[in-house]
């Protein structure tokens, strides 16, 4: 199975469709450094995101509500 991430902030800086991740490395506490590649144009690019499901999640819904 592939995992995506659906995230705006992770979408293709390309085409801005879903990526699929492909390495993560944990930059520092809390924080992972996401190797993506996009599932419709194969563009690889790198994200930064909270290593806490949770967090990432509080920080998406806070980017959407313009917090």
Do not use: F, H
């Not at 991430?5 to 492909?22: F, L, T, Y």
């Not at 996401?34 to 806070?62: D, F, H, Q």
């Amino acid at each position: 199975m592939i995992s995506t991430v659906s995230d705006k902030r992770s979408r293709c800086p390309e085409c801005r469709s879903r990526a699929a991740i492909q390495s993560t490395i944990e930059l520092m506490p809390g924080v992972n450094y996401l190797t993506l590649r996009c599932i419709s144009c194969a563009t690889v690019y790198g994200a930064e995101v909270p290593a806490n499901p949770a967090l990432a999640t509080a920080l998406v819904r806070g980017i959407a509500c313009g917090a």
